[in-house]
Nanobody, 123 residues
């Protein structure tokens, strides 16, 4: 009923840039917070950046000044512009959305995850 589809990952050299996109689809009534998380091998999944429906943003200290999160509410899409990438940014990046959707019988609130997109930064 609800799907988050990510795109934009890939391989880039240190100092380069990538832009991730995540589009939510389905019988969505509204989307509250949207965010990007990442998980490197052997590490726990961690918050990278989040944005509320009103545009308030929050960033991990490790990406402040380098990454920018934004969203297009009309398209139910969230973006992550990543600049000055470092090898330690290498991870699988996951999109998350807290949303309300129609099940066919009633409205329900739930958090959904995308399938993940690999970002690899070479030194």
């Amino acid at each position: 009923q609800v799907q988050l589809v990510e795109s934009g990952g890939g391989l880039v050299q240190a100092g380069g840039s990538l832009r991730l996109s995540c589009a939510a689809s389905g019988s969505i009534l509204s989307i509250n917070a949207m965010g990007w998380y990442r998980q490197a091998p052997g590490n726990q999944r961690e918050l990278v950046a989040a944005i509320t429906s009103g545009g308030t943003t929050n960033y991990a200290d490790s990406v402040k000044g380098r990454f920018t999160i934004s969203r297009d509410n009309a398209k139910n899409t969230v973006y992550l512009q990543m600049n000055s990438l470092k090898p330690e940014d290498t991870a699988v990046y996951y999109c998350n959305a807290d949303l309300t959707y129609y099940t066919g019988s009633y409205y329900r609130n739930n958090a959904y995850w995308g399938q993940g997109t690999q970002v690899t930064v070479s030194s």
